[in-house]
């Protein structure tokens, strides 16, 4: 049972997968013409319908095998050949393609996935669409790749991205707007103050804690000991315990502590850490090296 | 004998003297100018030699159709040149800025980093007065860059803007960077007083390696969300500058602060000069570039200097405005100019690592500058 399931898993998934590595979502079908009188010819030197597909992603697509159709219930009216290199379609690309079935005014293109079922893309065809004119969707964002129908008949443009007026550079853009460049100075010019000032902020802050200018707050507990408390407490101890050096070990260990120069983890418990000395050191021990 | 004759007269075809123009002459005497100069009064050896050597292997006459040339494709020089137009060789010049380039001037005195962004003004006053001149706004932007006295930046960005320019405004950045000496020195004394510059700064203080690793991290992130389009340009000097502080990179710093910039800069420098072909240099425009070119350098030096002056009005710790010249990012050249015209004054006086903090400043307001000017015209 359990690898019956993962057998249909790993289909399902390597299913998902494959649709996906192909990037068919990407596909839309961009431009139809219908009644093509003066436009566009086939290799046969004939004006036919045609339509245009249109691959948004940044990757290639392989759209061989996929279908159109006019009729959903019959999606499988026209399978793009298989076995042709240039079905693989490159990002950004446009191909035009002319289907094995007659388009009218009026009805729906649908492109097919592969598996015959699922339908990609669709773009409706008004009935009132005139000779040599097309109906298109256009990119209104050319980086996003954001399409939309248009619903004014166009002058067609086989194998050319459909986009609006969105194809100038940002110099054309800047030439349009501001010709004299005083908008683009005293943007850019601020842009540069506020990163180096966000710069200065931060350094400044980061130099101040670096410095010790923004010292820790003593822990509770702390702030009511301070060094003249640990110099009398350490008197205190030599008159009552004499001259065993419990005291200055004592006073030593607070002193440590108020420096910060000890790290306790509990409270009321003071660690003085053992600092290595050339006694202890290994490396300047007088042992040869063992082999 | 006629057979041979005829074969001496066709080689002559291929021959430079046959296909020799004057233009070519003038600028392999310009090529040897420049070599002059990096050799006998020592300006920048290291661009003016190989950029000169350039000048000379792109301006011998040669006859077409060998593929040979720079601008012909699958040359050998085209292959090399692919690394200026593509804006390759910049990023890892900026990579091996980074590795060498001690920011601790710039972290112990935070607030000198404004002079680094005024001085940026030289690039936006060069745009506008090219887009007076009639230049198109990418061309200009490409041309404001020099003012940033940064080679690799203005490289970077004029093949991306203005390929068709990028010869004229390598060539024009790297020779003003080599005459910086020559042309701050007067600016500065022009706008400032004797009093101001005899003011006394203090040491910088000592910077922790932590903070020193810390500055790559945070300048890095700060920069780059603010102009993504610098990134390969600030990526790579932060990167670059990770790898020195780091303290456990150092075979990585070593490669890219040495044998890298040295091969890229080599690179750099002779395809640079090389694609200054006479028929492509030699025209009105580039000469119009240079002056351009001179004037944004002249603003950049005036506006840090002002910029300084003015902070002053405002400040208890008056700061010496001879370090104003030195938001330039032309390193350390800008900021041994501050040191030099700052002992004229006082002999007593060091400026140069109070001067090292708006110059790298400089290297970073200059890559965001680029990355503004690659975002709106690009």
Known sequence: ?291 | MSQIFESLQQFWQFTGFANCAWQNLVMILIGIFFITMGIVKEWEPLLLVPIGFGMIIGNIPMFPGLNIGIYEDGSVLNILYQGVKQGWYPPLIFLGIGAMTDFSALISQPRLILIGAAAQMGIFGAYLLALLLGFAPNEAGAIGIIGGADGPTAIFLSSKLAPDLMGAIAVSAYSYMALVPVIQRPIMLLLTTKKERLIEMPKPRKVSQRERIIFPIVGFLTTAFIVPSGLPLLGMLFFGNLLKESGVTKRLANTASGPLIDVVTTLIGVTVGASTQADKFLTGKSAMIFGLGLLSFVIATASGVLFVKFINLFTKNKINPLIGNAGVSAVPDSARVSEVVGREANPSNHLLMNAMAPNVAGVIGSAVAAGILLGFLG
């Open chain 1, 1 to 291: 049972m359990k690898k019956r399931l993962l057998t249909i898993l790993a289909i399902i998934l390597s299913g998902a997968v494959s649709l996906r590595a192909q990037n068919l979502s990407d596909l839309i079908i961009s431009e139809v013409v219908v009644e093509n009188e003066t436009g566009l010819v086939d290799e046969n030197g004939e004006h036919t319908p045609w339509l245009e597909l249109t691959n948004t992603s940044q990757g290639t697509v392989n759209y061989a095998g996929c279908y159109l159709t006019d009729n959903k219930d019959v999606p499988k009216k026209y399978m793009i050949p298989k076995g042709v290199i240039a079905n693989r379609l490159g990002a950004r690309q446009v191909v035009v393609i002319r289907p094995g079935f007659e388009i009218r005014k009026g009805s729906t293109i649908y492109l097919i996935s592969t598996d015959g079922k699922t339908i990609i893309d669709s773009i409706k065809i008004p009935s009132d669409l005139p000779a040599d004119m097309s109906v298109r969707k256009i990119a209104m964002d050319n980086k996003k790749m954001d399409f939309k129908t248009m619903q004014e008949p166009a002058v067609p443009s086989p194998g050319l991205m459909n986009s609006e007026g969105n194809t100038e550079s940002g110099a054309e853009k800047v030439a349009r707007t501001d010709p004299h460049g005083g908008v683009l100075t005293l943007t850019s010019v601020s842009v540069v103050f506020a990163a180096l000032l966000i710069l200065l902020i931060i350094f400044t802050i980061m130099g101040n804690v670096f410095s010790g200018k923004y010292k820790r707050k003593p822990k509770k507990g702390k702030s009511s000991i301070d060094a003249d408390t640990a110099a009398a407490i350490a008197m205190a101890l030599d008159l009552e315990c004499g001259d065993d050096g419990t005291a200055a070990a004592i006073a030593t260990a607070i002193h440590l502590y108020l420096e910060d120069s000890v790290h306790d983890s509990e409270s009321f418990v003071i660690t003085i850490t053992p600092r290595s000395s050339s006694w202890n050191n290994k490396k300047d021990m007088f042992r040869k090296p063992v082999r």
